[in-house]
Every structure is written in structure tokens, then in C-alpha cells.
């Protein structure tokens, strides 16, 4: 039985979950135009403002809550209406008129036989006997007198005063009323207000029902915006990581072709190797078995040659198939026992120079790149030539750059029956292009008055503690 998951495998679980969902929504972010984006952002915003209307982001609720019960104010009373003011007293005025002017308003009165007229006095151009049907008529007796019509008119001035101060009085009586009315209304408001607030009716609820709309979907519009110009960002952002994912990759796959190509080079170089030395090694065998019985010193000499040629190739072969390139100086330690070696199998037959200056020797070199040219030189110029030649090797800088030349008058290339089938050239310049690319070079020219000149062409870059 598999123990349970722990909390941490499980957030770990979830972490990798969601940077493989995060991942794969970058890639279609990258993958899709800006076009098709804009066109699903609108869409997205628009789904979005629909939805936020819409159940369960839009909903009715239906709840109870209290709300107080409202009295009805009373209603405040009004200022008691003043009493019109009394009408003044009456002035009676006798006078006569002038001639020639036009009748005031008022009332006619007058005074004959048949008593006291009193009458509304006719405007100017209406008939007169419009206006005689009006008036207040007083009768007197025929023989009453200017004294008995005088006190008359004393007499009924006093009954009109009378009569106003009778109505001023009552007047004043009932606006006295009046008030003590007001206040007698104004104080059983009052009281009714104060027994309101003491049994509470004011301060009373009641319960009752609503129906409330929740809207809680407007953090949707906000939520799709955010998303928009996050992925806007991831896409701007993811495509040029994945831009540099990619060249990474192929950087790697070309370094990763290019070491594997370097490994078969240096196979097929070791494999010539191995195919080159022991036949070199035989014969340099035989010719000092051959000398030791008619030569010794010379056997002697060529034992000699081979040891330092063998101490001189053995350890730096190893050291050059590590590191791909070792000092000058340490492939002339192997070459002039090489041809020390062959110079004692041809005998006058070949004849060797080394002109490398001192200050080259530190120069940085591929290996075994001297001695293939050298071994093709012997082979396939001077051996087959009857009468031999000269064999050359030379460093020098050339625009910059270290230049080492092997020359021979031997043949000429390809001219001899052994001529090869170039192959070692080519891994030359396969080499050559797997360290310094396009920097180095392979040039095979003729000689003067005969034979081949190969010079091989590297960047001038000196070793630091080479020779020690």
C-alpha cells in the first residue's frame, strides 16, 4: 500500500501543473496574430457584460426588515384673524353748494314740509329721477322746527355713536374669546404630544418584507481587463523567450553536431595513427636490426632517434586528443627524430631543414597535423624519386598570422604511382575548420623546380608556459 501524499508533494504536484498550463498558454498566446487577439479580447469583454446580468451573478432576494412607524404631526394652529378695524364716526357737514360747480358724490339731503330726504347723490348725465327712489327718508311733523330738526339730527348722531360702541365692544369680546380659545386648543395639542412620546408611538417598527436585487458580477468586467493586458505582456514578452529558447537549442545541437563531428575526426586521425606507426615503427625496426649487423653506429644512432621519437609522441598524444591543440615547439620534438629516423633509411638520398624561429615555438598548433604532411612528403614525393630531394619545414607570420609550410622536390602532387587519394588533407582541413572555422586554411601549391609546398594557416596565438 503507497503511503498517502504529503501536503508538499501535493504543492508540488500543483506547481508543476500549473507551469506546464502556464507554458502552454504562452505558446498559443505566441502562436495566434495580434489580429485574432484583439478579436477574442472584444469577445471575452462582451461574454463578460453579458454574464455579469445574468444567474447566479444577478439575483432577487426577498427579506424582512423594520421600519419605523410614522405619526401623523398635528397640525399647528393659526394666529387668531384680527377684527376689523372700527368704522369711524359719521361727520355730518351742511353746506351750500357753489354756483357753477358740478355735484360732488355722496348724498343729497333734504330738509322740507314733508320731513328729512336722504338719498345717493345721481352722477352727472343720469336722469334724475333715477336716484330719487334711493335714500333714507326721516319724517317730521309740519310743525316741527329748526330747533326740533336739530335736535333730531343731535339725536340720531347719538344713536349711531351709540351703536358703534356697542359693536366695538362686542368687537373686542369675542377676539377676547377668540384667543382664550387659541390657547385652550394650542395646550390640549401640547398635551396630546407629551402622552404620544410617553407611550412611545413615535419610537415604534414594524416588520415587512422587500425584494432586494444582489448584483455581485461587476468585478467581472475588471477581472477580463486584467486578463488582457496580462496575456497582452505574456505574449509580448514569452515570444521573444521562446525566440531565445530556440537559438539556444540550435546552438546547442550545432555544438553538440560539432563535438560529435570533432570525436570522429580525431577517430579517423587516431585510426590513421595507429595504422601509420606500427608500419613505421616495423620498418625502423628492421632497418636497425639490418644496421646492428653491418652499421652499429648507425643502428646505434637510429635507436636513439626512435626512443626520443617514441618519448616525444607518446604522452603529448594523449594530452593532444583532451585538449585539441598543443605548442609548436612540442611538434618539432617529434618531427626531428622522425626524419633523423628517415634520413637514416634513405641515407643521402634526403635531406631535411627546420627553419622555425625560437620566438614560434610557443605558438599554439593542432597535433600531428606536421607529421601527416611530412609522412606524405617522404611517401609520396621523395621515396619514389630515384635521386631524392630536399624536405623543408618552416614557421613564419604571415598578415598576423602563424604559417607553417612543409615543402619537398620531390614529385609533385599526385604525379607519383603512390600517390593517395587525399584523404589526409581532407581531415587536415576538417580539423582545421572544427577549431578555428573560417580562420584557418589549407593551401597545396607547387615548388620550384619540383615538388609540393602544403601550408597550413592558423591564428597566431602564443601558449603560455609552453616549453617548461
Known amino acids: 500500500m503507497s503511503p498517502a501524499p504529503t501536503r508538499a508533494d501535493q504543492w508540488h504536484a500543483f506547481k508543476h501543473g500549473a507551469l506546464q498550463a502556464f507554458h502552454r498558454y ?3 498566446l505566441v502562436s495566434i496574430s495580434w489580429k485574432r487577439f484583439v478579436l477574442l479580447a472584444v469577445l471575452l469583454i462582451i461574454i463578460t457584460a453579458i454574464t455579469q446580468s445574468l444567474p447566479p451573478f444577478r439575483f432577487t432576494v426577498t427579506e424582512e426588515v423594520e421600519e419605523p412607524i410614522e405619526m401623523p404631526e398635528l ?19 351742511i353746506e351750500k353748494p357753489k354756483p357753477g360747480a358740478s355735484a360732488p358724490e355722496g348724498v343729497d339731503i333734504s330738509i322740507d314740509e314733508r320731513g328729512i330726504r336722504i338719498r345717493p347723490r345721481a352722477p352727472a348725465g343720469s336722469a334724475s329721477g333715477a336716484a330719487s327712489d334711493a335714500g333714507i327718508t326721516i319724517d317730521l311733523p309740519n310743525s316741527a322746527t329748526k330747533e326740533l330738526v336739530q335736535d333730531a339730527i343731535e339725536e340720531a348722531r347719538q344713536a349711531v355713536k351709540d351703536a358703534a360702541d356697542a359693536e366695538k365692544e362686542a368687537r373686542q369680546d369675542a377676539e377676547a374669546a377668540g384667543r382664550e380659545a387659541q390657547a385652550l386648543a394650542r395646550e390640549a395639542i401640547a398635551e396630546a404630544r407629551r402622552a404620544l412620546r410617553d407611550a412611545g408611538i413615535g419610537t415604534a417598527t414594524r416588520k415587512v418584507k422587500r425584494d432586494r436585487v444582489v448584483h455581485w458580477g461587476e468585478f467581472l468586467t475588471d477581472l477580463a481587463l486584467i486578463w488582457i493586458i496580462a496575456s497582452a505582456i505574456i505574449k509580448i514578452t514569452y515570444k521573444g523567450r521562446m525566440q531565445a529558447e530556440v537559438k539556444a537549442a540550435q546552438a546547442t545541437e550545432t555544438a553538440e553536431a560539432e563535438s560529435l563531428k570533432r570525436q570522429v575526426v580525431e577517430a579517423r586521425m587516431a585510426a590513421m595513427q ?7 615503427l616495423f620498418n625502423t625496426l628492421a632497418s636497425i636490426d639490418h644496421l646492428i649487423e653491418t652499421d652499429p653506429p648507425r643502428a646505434s644512432q637510429m635507436q636513439k632517434n626512435l626512443i626520443a621519437l617514441l618519448r616525444a609522441s607518446m604522452p603529448t598524444m594523449r594530452e593532444a586528443n583532451a585538449s585539441g591543440v598543443r605548442d609548436l615547439g ?28 625560437e620566438g614560434l615555438q610557443s605558438a599554439e598548433f593542432p597535433p600531428m597535423m606536421i607529421q601527416g604532411l611530412v609522412e606524405n612528403a617522404i611517401k609520396h614525393g621523395l621515396e619514389p624519386k630515384a635521386e631524392g630531394g630536399n624536405l623543408k619545414v618552416k614557421a613564419e607570420i604571415l598578415h598576423g598570422k602563424l604559417a607553417v609550410s612543409v615543402a619537398d622536390t620531390g614529385l609533385g602532387f599526385g604525379k607519383a604511382a603512390t600517390a593517395g587519394t587525399g584523404v589526409g588533407l581532407a581531415n587536415i582541413r576538417e580539423r582545421l575548420q572544427l577549431l578555428y ?22 591564428p597566431y596565438k602564443p601558449i603560455e608556459g609552453a616549453g617548461t
Open 26 to 28: 504562452a505558446s498559443w
Open 75 to 93: 397640525p399647528e394652529l393659526p394666529e387668531p384673524a384680527k377684527a376689523p378695524a372700527p368704522p369711524r364716526e359719521p361727520v355730518i357737514r
Open 330 to 357: 612540442r611538434e618539432l620534438a617529434v618531427i626531428r627524430p622522425y626524419l633523423a629516423i628517415l634520413k637514416v633509411r634513405m641515407e643521402e638520398r634526403l635531406t631535411t631543414q627546420i627553419d622555425v624561429p
Open 437 to 458: 572555422g573560417a580562420k584557418a586554411q589549407v593551401s597545396v601549391t607547387e615548388n620550384q623546380p619540383s615538388g609540393t609546398v602544403v601550408t597550413i594557416t592558423v
Open 274 to 280: 595507429a595504422q601509420v606507426e606500427p608500419h613505421f
